[in-house]
């Protein structure tokens, strides 16, 4: 069973900063990708940041240049470093593992349960 543990949530200022954390239970390079996905409340969950095992990333158009996804092997954690918040920004912040059978045929995600991210004006 894979278990994910977010820490690094909070209430900022407009402008602040925060850098979220995702300890896995096992090695992150069994993961086929890490990421952080949002949900605003009463909106849906979106995509915020994503790192393929072999290291490639992508980031909503809405925080590329602010946010940065990271990693540490070793720590088997993922980062979100967050930059020049934005009240838009406040929402429960989840992190994510993508992980395939062996043959890449099938594939399960698992989820946090997620940290609060709140920005005030």
């Known amino acids: 069973q894979v278990q994910l543990v977010e820490s690094g949530g909070g209430l900022v200022q407009a402008g602040g900063s925060l850098r979220l954390s995702c300890a896995a239970s096992?090695?992150?390079?069994?993961?086929?990708?890490m990421g952080w996905y949002r949900q605003p409340r009463g909106r849906e969950r979106e995509l915020v940041a994503r790192?393929?095992?072999?290291?490639?990333?992508n980031y909503a158009s809405s925080v590329k240049g602010r946010f940065t996804i990271s990693r540490d092997n070793a720590k088997n954690t993922v980062y979100l470093q967050m930059n020049s918040l934005k009240p838009e920004d406040t929402a429960v912040y989840h992190c994510n593992a993508l992980l395939s059978n062996y043959l890449g045929t099938y594939f399960t995600d698992y989820w946090g349960e997620g940290t609060l991210v709140t920005v005030s004006s």
């Open positions: 096992r090695d992150i390079f069994s993961f086929n990708a």
């Open positions: 790192i393929t095992r072999d290291g490639s990333i």
